[in-house]
RNA sequence: GGCGCUUUCGUCUAGCGGCUAGGACACAUGCCUCUCACGCAUGGAACACGGGUUCGAUUCCCGUAGGCGCUACCA
């Protein structure tokens, strides 16, 4: 018996941007698609028209795009199984629904909002089931009759499934093995809305699923209370030999403190929680995304694949194809992972380190350009290779701290001073302090004068005057250059900056530093 | 409250009855050095607790405690 095609399902509900644990989910049914020759579906789960955000599908699609994450069938990619957005479904669902119903698996139920908030108000713990659906305005108390004839006239309803009591049932997980459950404490789940005239989540689920010929569902584990409610579903379609097989991935949690990963996390400690950037159409407010906060997709792809889950080994350093060649849902992780932004970074800097200076030197450009500064890709790329190496040091909640540098925008403040000469000197800075002595302007005047000689400003140029120089005169002119230059103790090598700036400039630099600070004792 | 899931360094994790409990991020120190770094080397750092099972438990079972989730006409 050969099993059938591998179909999975990435299904976000368009209530705003894509949650960086969506996403993580969405990456791992597309691994696992591709690890077994499957298909990846995208479906839109729009079934509940209160909390639809305009614009949130198409981000959704984008964030994609931009990750590399691919479907192979779905809104927008089109397939033999649509139409995949649910709202677009209500008819089919209908249809399954009556079939509940007529099959008495399933009952309506004319209870509003207002009188179910009331009971449970008064009666601690309701639950609408079999303790007490006898209590309740439903087509069971009402009988058949009237019923129809409440229908008949218009008033509103909704359909719950009838949940039979003191039933174990047992959902078979890939990665939490037989989670087992007793149908009492389930309660008679509505399966359709009077509000809206749609399915819940539940039921549509389910339709779609086994029409779509989804064969593993991949969610995460929030779903997994609710997964014994799925099961009984299935069955009471006569569905239960092809049922998908469920995965219940864990979630992601706080980088500190209690619970769930929350944009208000990003906001507080200072990193994205959605991939891209997202304009809330109806306040306004602006969320950061990985996209424009200088993350490469191949980074944020590796970073969230090892958050709850782990090839086994030494290696971290993962690309989208041993992603795929390795992703195993059996050794996915059961408990919930904290997410740890600092980790990010870090594979942002492996990754943006990867890659030849040249490709940073676009992104460079722009960031100085925003700065006021003219330059070209070439210069730009040249100041990234002396200075892609160095820390950045920034600020937190905690004060200030130090990290490598690991995005381009890093780069800006570390690098002022190749495209701006010092226009003031601090005499407490303890670098100026400490390298500039009161013979130290003459000093600097020598190693003009002997700069002042050279045609062949390269570094290799230089060397071949400076170095003997250097030698001969047993002086150690490195750091008060780089006063002169830089205006504090930060760059790079001496004769590589002075190379990048040109005899001219660097001649400029050290008559200004020469003048201003002169041969004071500071 | 009820139900379910879960518990190895600060964090992500490896481990699938016998190990000096491994790696990575972060942190600290040393070396290198023309500044800050990079790099290299080194270091501190964990099996929640209590019972079993077993010759032997981090590993299997049961409790306890903590963590997380669900408990809507939301997904």
Redesign the pocket.
Known sequence: MNSPKVRVRF?P?PTGPLHIGGVRTALYNYLFARQHGGELIFRI?D??SA?FVPGAEEYILEAFRWLGIKFDEGVSFGGEYGPYRQSERRDIYKQYVQQLLDAGRAYIAF???EE?TAKREQVS?F?YDASTRNQMRNSLTLGKEETDRLVAEGH?Y?VRFLIEPGEDVHVNDII?GD???NSS?L?DK?LW???DQLP??HLANIVDDHLMKVTHVIRG??????APLHVLLYRAFGWADTMPRFAHL??L?KPDG???LSKRDGDRLGFPVFPLEWHNPVTGEVSSGYRESGYLPEAVINFLA???W?P?G?Q?LLSMEELIQKFNLE?C??????F?Y??GQ?FNREYLLQRPAAAWAPDFVRLLAAQGIDTTEERAAEVVEMMK???IEYTTSEGP????VSFVSDLWPLCRFFFVAPTAFNREDK?VKKNWKETTASEMQQLRDVLSTIDDFSVEGQKAVVDPWVEQSGLKP??AW?VCLVGE???????ALAAFLGKEEVLRRMDFAIKTLGSCTV
Do not use: H
């Open positions: 299904a509900s789960e079934t509940d909390r209870d509003t909002p179910l713990n639950q509103p909704v939490r989670v087992c459950i404490i309660d509505v809305k009077s509000a819940t989540y584990e929030e779903w997994l209370p609710s864990p979630l949690l209690k619970g769930k090892l958050l709850g782990n086994g030494d971290e050794k992780s059961k408990n919930g992972a904290r740890d600092v980790k870090w190496m160095k820390v701290k130090k990290r490598n670098f490195w750091n780089r103790g930060q760059g790079p090598d001496m004769y």
